[in-house]
């Protein structure tokens, strides 16, 4: 059983064509649409295309709605995709294929000119490059929605996904700190029908912060360490300064080398505890 899930919120102009595209592709899958406390008619146009609508009294987020879905779902693999008409529902028997091959978690990875935006195409970049580091395993899109799971395993995670837009970064983190086998199959991301729910200014500050999730999901030490080494060597070079120029240890030598023990000791930590949320998963 395959069970296709589609958060919306205000996608009254997307959501019945994106359902009857999906059905055509997937005619055995149970689709299931998380309204969002949309204020336009997305759950009429969802229920009239054939989709099992489920209804958030006020907006969420759209990781709340994944968690939603992912609760009433009732699929042994579950499909998340957007319905703004960025993703082909044509590619989900690949998504299926990949995961036949034996893995847990199977993304679609938008290529350079699916990106919405330049700006939002090199964050992503980014992430991508920081993420491979973190994990040591090539991480092709780290924030792609298009993604089918193993129900059971994603379940496992619910209580770490946020309720905001980096519900990819956090599963595809989580899945890889606890062994799971994870793959990448090439996408092509259409042009989203209707307006972008992301705002600049405020998303944005959010996406930062998903550069700190992604080290104390996976392996806080990688994230603080270097920081850490950073602030021993600053320390050093300026001790060694003060001490040829003035012969004397400053106070800032001082506190930059207090800093760097501190900020090492707090990786420590940090990893114990990451090791605590993962101690029933680990292989």
């Known amino acids: 059983m395959i069970s296709i899930v589609l958060p919306a919120k205000n996608e009254e102009g997307a959501i019945g064509a994106t359902v009857e595209k999906i059905r055509i592709s997937c005619p055995e899958a149970e ?9 336009d008619g997305t759950a009429e146009c969802a229920k009239a295309a054939g989709a099992r609508v489920v209804s958030h009294p006020y907006s969420k987020g759209n990781g709340a709605a994944i968690k939603t879905g992912a609760r009433v779902a009732t699929g042994e693999i579950i499909i ?3 319905a703004d008409g960025q993703h082909d529902p044509a590619d989900i028997p690949r998504l299926l294929a990949k995961m036949g091959e034996g893995y847990d ?9 699916s990106q919405a935006s330049a700006g ?4 992503n970049r980014f992430y991508n490059k920081l ?5 040591g395993h090539t991480v092709e899109d780290l924030t792609s929605g298009f993604r089918a799971v193993r129900a059971a395993k994603f379940r496992e995670f619910l209580y770490l996904l946020p309720n905001g837009f980096s519900y990819p970064t956090t599963s595809t983190m989580a899945f890889f700190r606890a062994g799971y086998s994870v793959a990448y ?3 092509t991301a259409a042009k989203r029908i209707g307006k972008s729910h992301i705002m600049l200014l405020r998303d944005g500050t959010r996406f930062l912060l998903i550069i700190f999730k992604i080290g104390t999901l996976y392996s806080p030490l990688k994230l603080f360490g270097p920081v850490a080494l950073l602030l021993f060597l600053v320390a050093s070079g300026w001790y060694a300064h003060t001490f ?4 004397r240890f400053t106070n800032m030598s001082a506190l930059l080398y207090t800093g760097s023990v501190v900020v090492f000791l707090m990786g420590l930590i940090s990893e114990q505890i990451t090791a605590l949320m993962y101690k029933d998963k680990d292989v």
């Open 131 to 135: 993420a491979s580091y973190m994990t």
């Open 120 to 123: 939002r195409g090199v964050a």
């Open 244 to 247: 040829i120029a003035f012969s």
């Open 185 to 187: 199959l090439p996408i």
């Open 105 to 113: 978690l199977v993304v679609g990875a938008r290529g350079k000119g």
């Open 80 to 82: 998340f995709m957007d």
């Open 31 to 39: 689709v299931i649409v998380v309204d969002d406390g949309s204020s």
